[in-house]
């Protein structure tokens, strides 16, 4: 337990220079059409193909131009899907463990969208390091990360979309 505080803390000091960093870098935003979505979800939040349905059906993108990862709570017992990863996937620096996680920030989507019904060090690493072209996710104490910041208290996922669907096509990408 006190090695998790610790582990905790010192990934929280690794993000925060990372994004000192990242912050005071140009975001070259693009007036291309969305064509491509990463998406980050919690476990406990509603199922990922509807989700996925919904981001279809708003967004005008196919779900083969989809790609959800979930976030689950580690249990040793327990085997997990090829897009479910948990925080021993992440090593004490904050660095990625898995190639597929390593892919998934490098991969060059058009939008990433994170759904995270609370603040989560492991989505924030991963937002921040995402090559995605605009990022879009609930307003938290830091907006440093998102292109797009939506407020609302409960986090509701279709109030997200819903906002997300509204402003991209103000920005003329949907």
């Known amino acids: 337990m006190i090695f998790q505080k610790f582990k905790k803390h010192w990934f929280q000091k690794q993000l925060q220079k990372e994004l000192d960093i ?5 975001r070259n935003l693009t007036d291309e059409p969305i064509q491509s979505i990463a998406v ?11 989700i996925q349905m919904d981001l279809e059906e708003k967004l005008h993108v196919s779900s083969l131009d989809i ?46 969208i994170n759904y995270g019904l609370e603040e989560n060090l492991y989505w924030k690493v991963i937002t921040l390091r995402s090559q995605s072209k605009f990022k879009i996710g609930f307003s938290s104490n830091d907006n440093r990360l998102f292109d797009l910041s939506v ?18 096509k103000i920005l003329k990408k949907i």
């Open 22 to 26: 990242y912050a005071e870098l140009p």
């Open 40 to 50: 980050l979800v919690d476990e406990i939040q509603l199922s990922t193909s509807s």
């Open 67 to 112: 790609e959800v990862l979930v976030f689950c709570p580690f249990d040793k017992k327990r085997t997990y899907l090829e897009n479910e990863i948990t925080e021993k996937d992440f090593s004490w620096s904050g660095s990625l463990k898995l190639n597929k996680l390593k892919e998934f920030v490098k991969s060059d989507c058009d939008l990433l």
């Open 151 to 168: 407020s609302d208290s409960k986090r509701n996922t279709t109030v997200l979309t819903r906002e997300a669907e509204k402003y991209l």
